[in-house]
């Protein structure tokens, strides 16, 4: 479970970017982030991450109090926490294979890790996974030569194998067709539901995490607005998290894409 108590971030330019977040994310839960731009959500993730350091507050994972870590401990306790990012963050050199693997460096020793000698384990588990997310046939393929749907399919692979008991994904569709889209967040809360894992998905499109998140945050100024389930997004909560619009027509949308999708479950 990740626990967030009171947490606060103010820059030193002064602004605030979260004020007061408290939040409780049970293991297994996929949790959508929406807000506008610069609401706080990527700062958000990357407090949990301590890739920014809190102001006040607590981050608690488990039984590890994330926000009182010593540096060498922070990188032990990143293991447990698989990033997914926005622009894929691929070494675009390197192949399938050798970037699913790059999960398993805080693993190895200096050496294995400098020379890309990994256990025979970790190679089975990564063609394992490369298989489960549809890419087993590209495994020797260099990253540069993928579509952004296949860099992005390498780097959840890349975030499962490190074992982590929680997946911080930041915009995973900003770069991707619609089509695409729907399927990276389809395999995204599919694969959490297999591992039991909690999921934070920092995400603009206000209609993917009505159709595919558990339960949505939505900020506003650095301040959590609403709480609750997908279906609870009404036109009010909408104007509350983002300002005056159709919402209407929004709502109508994610109603066709529902119906749209139950037909296609039920012809499958």
Known sequence: MLQLKSVSKRYKTGDLALKNVTLEIPDGQVLALIGPSGAGKSTLIRCINRLVDPTEGSITLGDLEISSLSSW????????????????ALVERLTVMENVLSGRLGYVGFWQSWFRRFPAKDIKEAYRLLDRVGLAHMADKRADELSGG??????????LIQDPALLLVDEPTASLDPKTSRQIMRLICELCDERKLSAIINIHDVLLAQMFAKRVVGLQLGEIVYDGPPDGLGPDVLTQIYGEEDWEATIRKVEDEDEEGAEEAALS
Do not use: D, N, S, T
């Open 73 to 88: 401990a922070l990188r032990k306790a990143r293991r447990r926490m698989g990033m997914i990012f926005q622009e894929y």
């Open 150 to 159: 296949q860099r992005q399919r390498v780097g959840i692979a890349r975030a």
